[in-house]
């Protein structure tokens, strides 16, 4: 009998079948010709030999399950018949995607192992439609994502395209409290190196204003960096209350130095969080124990005022000071008094 | 949200996949996977085919601020980006040339690009920077309105497949040299150029596009050409450049390009084709060419005729032909050499000729010549259409009564008369 009329007779005859191995173990016998449209399948046949019989079952990647093996057979069972219309092919691969997305994942995963392109691409093009237009929120549900980064780096304006508005204000917000982090930072160091000298030249004011009967030590304690600095200076030196609370605020400088409005709160910056609504809640850290210093809230809002004001010339003048303080004696002192201290001097003449 | 429902499915899933998923999403949509989770934050970053389109920013009424955006957006994209950028596309219509593209295309040449296609908005043409000839594994070049000045030490692209420049200026020695000097060149497609005077020498060259006005187009080096569509345009002094030439233009076009399968010509392609000494019987037989459409073909002129039949006749494999009348009002109603079709070879045998498409046909005796010709010549012919011309309502009844007389080489041929 001649191959043609077996093939009539015993039509399975003449198929021939290959042994895979999928990842949990279990052996099956798949059409040769459906399994070759596989690319790495057809390597495994034709390079090495394998599959012809159950020992020598090709043992696939571990990405292929006997589930998604079955679909991607399918596929290939499909698509590897010559005749078919392009409109046909696409109509089939349309209704194929149609499935959870739980399962397209793992079959990509699959189909990729398998260097199946053509339906890498078209499960790829299903997940890109499932991504396309819809919010952040609704494609992790989606995928099942983590929402795991903060708030802060979901806000970089940089890679925020979104232009929703509130966000545009967060933005905005954020970027200034940046800005006044590197102030509060630089009016710090300025501070640390203003305080050597001013040492020196606060002795001098306070010599200069009380007569020398101010006590040099009231100088020395704003050494340290605290926050609450404030409140321990004031409880060292009640006696010093107007006279030498403005030195020490001056010093303190830094706390209220930002130029806007709410002060006191911007200052407090990490103390602010942001929470997914938009809305931001300060939570002041700071020891409410400052406001029973003593000090009538009237004229410590004044002293605020000329502190900042101060604070603001010393930053400007910076290097001409250091120069003044260098160079002179006395006479620096009045120098000071005279061109940076005048408000001040003429409220505690 | 979150976990709550199952674990991550997409997260780990090999970049490759991930690339395949994000270069399907529109650019806007990519960038903004960024804050789906700590993973994703930067997976958009190493995507290697960016394709910048009209819709990748918001537009709003104002072109400038939409412009400004546009540029800042790319800018800032590549600044963010990592890896390789394998194909960088802009098609945007309201971005005009700017200093930042020549930044743009610097930024490129150091990071692999492979395929670029630049198409900007209507208005002052884009000078190319020098740096996109140091793109040495160029492989797709696409430009629309720009300037070329290739440097001299420039020794071409030599990964470079394909090559399209529409409204390109470029010197023609320039154009010439770049052709040359791409080795690999398949396809090669030159539009809207002014009166260009050309030899392409391309060796590996299979699929030609060439529309706008030629004064001169030799193909001297191009033996593997398997597809040729060619709209030429003509000006006067064109025109008149044409009647000068002595040179054989079938010849110098065709004549070298025994492989081809496909041709299609439009407008002036075939009175181009006819023009200089009849070349007699022609020296090759286009044995591959299946499908031939010559479009706007006078059928009053007999040396374009001429060329038709003679691709006709040497085609032995022609399966599909389309020819489209000019569709100009005929002049005369009797036509010269008429006889010259009782001399036509008989014994022509279009044996695998399937489908004829005839539009804009007047029912000048010409046609209906070749009509008779075809359908004579035809043993396995399945369909012909005639769309008669518009303007010639009352000879579609002559046209019709020759048509019938006529003898049929085919048994299932069926003659499609479609009126309007």
């Known amino acids: 009998m001649s191959e043609i009329d077996m093939a009539v007779i015993k039509p399975e005859m003449m198929k021939s079948y290959i042994w895979l191995q999928t990842s949990d173990g279990s052996i099956q016998q798949v059409e040769q010709e459906i399994a070759m449209f596989c690319p790495l399948i057809c390597q495994e046949i034709i390079t090495k030999g394998m599959g012809s019989s159950k020992n020598s079952a090709i043992s696939l990647p571990q990405q292929v399950t006997p589930s998604t093996l079955s679909l991607i057979l399918d596929y290939c069972r499909f698509h590897q018949v010559p005749g078919r219309s392009n409109k046909e092919r696409k109509s089939h691969d349309e209704k194929f995607v149609r499935m959870g997305t739980n399962r397209l994942c793992e079959l990509v995963s699959a189909a990729d192992s398998l260097q199946l392109r053509p339906l890498v691409d078209l499960i790829s093009r299903a997940l890109a439609r499932k991504i396309e237009g819809r919010t952040p929120e609704e494609i992790r549900e989606i995928f099942h994502l983590p929402d795991d980064l903060t708030e802060e780096e979901k806000l970089e304006p940089l890679k925020n395209i979104t232009d929703d508005p509130r966000i545009r204000l967060l933005n905005r917000l954020y970027a200034k409290k940046r800005k006044e982090l590197k102030e509060r930072e630089r009016l710090k160091n300025v501070e640390i190196e203003e305080e050597r000298v001013d040492e020196r030249s606060v002795d001098d004011l306070l010599t200069f204003i009380n007569g020398n009967d101010g006590d040099s030590k009231a100088v020395k304690t704003p050494k340290n960096k ?35 409005s709410d002060g006191n709160i911007i200052g407090e910056t990490s103390n602010l969080t942001y929470e997914e609504d938009g809305t931001f809640s300060p939570k002041i850290d700071f020891d409410d124990g400052d406001m029973d210093d003593g000090i009538d809230p009237a004229i410590r809002e004044k002293i605020d005022r000329e502190v900042e004001d101060f604070a603001r010339r010393i930053n400007s003048d910076w290097a001409e000071r250091m120069q003044d303080f260098l160079t002179s004696g006395r006479e620096r002192t009045s120098t000071l008094s005279a061109t940076n201290g005048n408000g001040y001097l003429r409220r505690h003449a | 949200m979150g976990d709550a429902l199952g674990s991550d ?249 025994p492989n081809l399968e496909r041709l299609v010509g439009h407008i002036y392609f075939t009175k181009y084709l006819s023009i200089g000494n009849d070349p007699g019987c022609l020296p090759i037989m286009y044995k591959n060419l299946e499908t031939i459409e010559l479009n706007q073909v006078s059928f009053e002129d007999m040396k374009e005729i001429l060329v038709v039949l003679s691709l006709i006749t040497s085609s032995p494999n022609l399966k599909e032909l389309q020819i489209s009348g000019s569709s100009n009002i005929p002049s005369a109603t009797d036509a010269p050499d008429l006889d010259f079709w009782e001399k036509c070879p008989s014994k022509c045998r279009l044996s695998q000729l399937r489908v004829v498409h005839l539009t804009d046909m007047c029912g000048v005796p010409h046609e209906m010549e ?51």
């Open chain 2, 370 to 420: 070749l009509i008779k010709f075809l359908l004579g010549s035809s043993p396995v012919l399945e369909i012909m259409t005639i769309i008669p011309c518009v303007y010639v309502v009352e000879s579609q009844l002559k046209m019709l009564t020759e048509l019938v007389k006529f003898r049929r080489a085919s048994a299932k041929a069926e003659i499609v008369f479609i009126r309007e």
């Open chain 1, 226 to 260: 605290k926050k609450n600095r404030k409140k321990k200076d004031q409880q060292k030196n009640p006696s010093l209350k107007e006279d030498s609370g403005p030195e020490k605020k001056e010093l303190n400088g830094h706390d209220t130095c930002d130029q806007s």
């Open chain 2, 9 to 257: 499915l997409i997260s780990d899933l090999p970049q490759s996949i991930i690339e395949s998923i994000l270069v399907r999403l529109p650019i806007r949509d990519a960038v903004r996977t960024s804050i789906l989770s700590s993973k994703w934050r930067y997976k958009w970053a190493s995507i290697t085919q960016l394709v910048f389109d009209e819709k990748c920013v918001d537009t709003c009424s104002d072109r400038d601020v939409v412009e400004k955006t546009v540029v800042k957006f790319i800018t800032r994209f590549l600044f963010l980006h990592q890896g390789p950028i394998h194909k960088f596309q802009i098609t945007i219509s309201y971005l005009q040339s700017c200093p930042e593209i020549d930044q743009w295309i610097l930024f490129l040449s150091r990071n692999d690009i492979k395929e670029l296609v630049l198409e900007l908005g209507e208005g002052e043409f884009l000078r190319i920077p020098s740096c996109l000839f140091k793109c040495k594994k160029l492989c797709h070049l696409e430009l629309f309105r720009c300037e070329l000045d290739p440097p001299p030490s420039f020794k071409g692209f030599l990964c470079l497949r394909s090559l399209n420049l529409h409204q390109v200026l470029i010197s023609p020695e320039a154009i010439e040299a770049l052709i040359s000097n791409c080795p690999l060149l398949e396809s090669l497609s030159l539009s809207y150029f002014d009166s260009l005077a050309l030899s392409i020498r391309a060796p590996n060259l299979k699929y030609l596009y060439l529309e706008g006005e030629f004064r001169d187009i030799c193909l001297e080096d191009t033996p593997q050409l398997v597809e040729i569509s060619v709209a030429m345009y003509m000006t006067d002094d064109i025109a008149e450049h044409f009647e000068q030439s002595a040179d054989c233009n079938f010849v110098k076009f065709l004549g070298g390009v």
